[in-house]
């Protein structure tokens, strides 16, 4: 499967509401009048792309519109895909690295739910299959099936893994994973943390001392701290960003489910709302479905007409 395929079989049930709809609204209208208009604007909030991405991809259809540039529902969905390329693409980057090309550590922190500690698994998946050496972190040991869900993963990408007793110190953890994957000379340290609300103080507390003693041994790290968020609750993920965002110092966005909803278009809320870069997107349950987050295809498939090949 190619790597547009992945996108396009993920993003598959947003395409097809998002088709229909705007099929429906147009279907045997000859003049496109102001609630014309509004019915489209609603189905693009109600795909959660947000207000304000909605309002300029709405804006460029009118205007368009007057010129006398559009002429059904496939000329407007090619006008919201370019749109949304080019509201997603400023934001674009890869994925930070060490800048002496030595061990590149990268904190995974999200609320409980978000998917986080799947997607460090599965982006050991990605790092190993190009090649690169991974080192896994079980520093949520608040949650023993974390640290066993964490394990299957080391096994699964033939990667180590650094663990301890349920409830154990989690900076502790995470100083002898920055040792152990430093001796192991490994590309990359996932740290998968607790899971936490931006208003549990003790959590907060606990990733600022991890990071503490994550710097005495690596001065430079984290290269990367990844916000996982759960795309597939909408609007309310924005909401869920915004307060943790701020507090982690989260660097980029991972979203995760994308797959799971009709109302796949939160990417463009998301970063409409940050202007935090989205590395990667989950796009379904197997291991290969966290990819590289790409405007492209992302549009492209989202503004496809939901059909697969």
Known sequence: MSLFDTFKRGLQKTATALSRSVTGIFTEVRTWDDETFKKLEDELISADFGVSATKKIMA???DRYQRGLLNGSDDILAVARDDMVAMLKPGMRKLAQ???GSLTVILMVGVNGSGKTTTAGKLAFLLTKQGKKVTLAACDTFRAAAVEQLRLWGERTNSQVIASRHGADAAAVAYDA???AT???SDYLIIDTAGRQHNQKALMDELAKMLRIIRKLKPDAPHETLLTIDASIGANA????????ALSGASALVLTKLDGTGKGGAAAAIQEEFRLPI???GL???PEDLQ???PEHYAEAIFSGGQPE
Request: hydrophobic residues 50%; aromatic residues 10%.
């Open 292 to 294: 590289e987050f790409s």
């Open 284 to 286: 379904g349950e197997a």
């Open 238 to 245: 924005i909401a869920q960003a915004r307060e943790f965002a």
């Open 178 to 180: 920055v040792s152990a």
């Open 98 to 100: 060490a800048p002496d």
């Open 60 to 62: 460029d259809i009118r």
């Open 279 to 281: 590395l990667f997107v």
């Open 183 to 185: 001796a192991r000379s």
